[in-house]
């Protein structure tokens, strides 16, 4: 069974940075993308920012939503069971909760963390 535990979220200011931590265990392919989404209330879940095993590709390619691309940076370590996202320059309109995420496209399926809630205010 896949289990994804985030950490690191909470209170923080506008213009401040944080930085989130999701871990994998469980029996997940070297074939897989794991990355971030996030929900804010009374809005659908959005993609944030993903990145691929180097299984997929060797340079680990990442795709970042807009509204955070050149704040956000997403990464994995070389094992590839952690991600992480930095977020930079932080804007009270990135309060969510932020979920962690993998896609296993060997065995397709996809797993979900419980989700770190992210604040940004003053």
């Known amino acids: 069974q896949v289990q994804l535990v985030e950490s690191g979220g909470g209170l923080v200011q506008p213009g401040g940075s944080m930085r989130l931590s999701c871990a994998a265990s469980?029996?997940?392919?070297?074939?897989?993308?794991m990355g971030w989404y996030r929900q804010a209330p009374g809005k659908q879940r959005e993609l944030v920012a993903t990145?691929?095993?180097?299984?997929?590709?060797?340079?680990?390619?990442?795709d970042y939503a807009r509204s955070v691309k050149g704040r956000f940076t997403v990464s994995r370590d070389n094992a590839g069971n952690t991600v992480w996202l930095q977020m930079n320059s932080l804007k009270p309109e990135d309060t969510a909760v932020y979920y962690c995420?993998?896609?296993?496209?060997?065995?397709?399926?996809?797993?979900w963390g419980q989700g770190t809630q992210v604040t940004v205010s003053s």
């Open positions: 469980g029996t997940i392919s070297r074939v897989n993308i």
């Open positions: 995420y993998v896609s296993d496209l060997l065995h397709e399926s996809e797993h």
């Open positions: 990145i691929t095993s180097s299984a997929i590709t060797t340079g680990r390619n990442t």
